[in-house]
């Protein structure tokens, strides 16, 4: 199985549209994946963090955006790293944030039925 994002949360390798059945355990990881952006505050989390200038982000440069607390924005950040779709990288006493493009990617696959795949990859 295709691995993405921490060893908590993965995605599975065969999408729920592919017309077979997923297995509980799949659906069980791809839901956790799917629970994190299911979430107005962390999808805004992630445009804000991919659309920053270097592509990453600390907390400091997340809270007056979203209008939310330090810990609130700590505590979503968590949840998006622990889904496998940021990655932190600490320096000193900050912490940076940039998302895992394969994850996203990944999670865009999964969620392609397989006709609209093949249509875009022989575009």
Excluded: C, N
Aim: aromatic share 4%; glycine share 6%.
């Amino acid at each position: 199985m295709q691995g993405v994002g921490t060893a908590k949360t993965t995605t599975p390798a065969i999408s729920p549209l592919t017309g077979e059945p997923i297995k509980p355990a799949d659906a069980e990881r791809l839901a956790g994946v799917l629970k994190a952006f299911a979430d107005p505050a962390r999808l805004r989390l992630l445009s804000l963090i991919q659309s920053s200038p270097t592509g990453e982000a600390s907390v400091s440069d997340l809270t007056a955006p979203l209008g939310l607390s330090q810990p609130t924005v700590s505590h979503h950040l968590r949840i998006l790293t622990e889904a496998g779709l940021l990655e932190r990288d600490k320096r000193g006493v900050w912490a940076y944030y940039r998302l895992v493009p394969s994850a996203i990617a990944a999670i865009a696959d999964l969620l392609t039925p397989p006709r609209k795949r093949a249509a875009k990859k022989s575009r």
